[in-house]
């Protein structure tokens, strides 16, 4: 079984602020997927990254894929109330659509 | 509204109780999948179906029966259900199985289990 470990578990700052959070493993994937889930709501894609080194950015969100694919980062810049929510990276075993989802980054942002 | 439909959004229902979730994509996709998120846990992948075929089992227990009569349509089977299956249940459709797929999901059934 894959380590797979999201960090900080909860994040609380103020609107305006920037933040990142991370997901690390020990395990190669071939892909690597970042959801957002708002409370009573199920997740919503935000982002899939695929080669190693790829960044990309969604408006105020980047995201990084590592060089080796073992470890992804989501950086939040000016965070928004609107961004408050629980951030899920799930990486892709290297064969089949198997998702496994990582605990889990809970954000609050506090206007 | 995200395409995947499940109802009930909520359940209770005693532990001898039987009850059916039920799930609903008409997005076209060929995978559709069962987790269950439990509170500071990460989403546990309890079924997969891929064309109507269940292809993954997670070793859940057999109080837990999934149907998948075709591709737009999953359902869960309950009966006998513990308290500590008390969590939110979620559906999941894909397209393909592609490594850039993503998953679409529903908003969940929570359940209670008393």
């Known amino acids: 079984t894959q380590l797979l470990e999201q960090s900080p578990q909860f994040l609380s700052i103020q609107e305006g602020e920037n933040l990142t959070v991370y997901c690390n493993s020990s395990?190669?994937?071939?892909?690597l997927q970042w959801y957002r889930q708002e409370p009573g709501e199920g997740p919503v894609l935000l982002v899939t990254?695929?080669?190693?080194?790829e960044v990309k950015k969604l408006k105020r969100l980047t995201f990084q894929f590592g060089d080796a694919r073992k470890d992804s980062s989501l950086h939040i810049t000016a965070a928004q109330p609107g961004d408050t929510g629980l951030y899920l990276c799930?990486?892709?075993?290297?064969?089949?659509?198997?998702?496994?989802f990582g605990a889990g980054t809970i954000l609050r942002v506090k206007s | 509204e995200t395409g995947v439909t499940q109802t009930p959004r909520h359940l209770v229902m005693g532990m001898t109780n039987k009850k059916s979730l039920k799930c609903e994509q008409h997005?076209?996709?060929?995978?559709m999948y069962w987790y269950k998120q439990s509170a500071k846990k990460p989403l546990e992948l309890m079924f997969v179906?891929?064309?109507?075929?269940?292809?993954e089992n997670n070793s859940v227990p057999s109080r837990f029966s999934p149907e998948c009569p075709n591709s737009s349509h999953l359902f869960l089977h309950l009966h006998t259900l513990q308290p500590e299956d008390s969590a939110l249940y979620l559906c999941?459709?894909?397209?393909?199985?592609?490594?850039?797929?993503?998953?679409?999901f529903g908003s969940g059934t929570r359940l209670t289990v008393v």
């Open positions: 999941a459709s894909s397209l393909g199985t592609a490594v850039d797929t993503g998953y679409t």
């Open positions: 395990s190669v994937f071939s892909s």
């Open positions: 990254v695929v080669t190693g080194g």
């Open positions: 799930a990486p892709r075993k290297e064969y089949g659509n198997k998702l496994v």
């Open positions: 997005l076209g996709h060929n995978a």
């Open positions: 179906y891929s064309l109507e075929e269940r292809v």
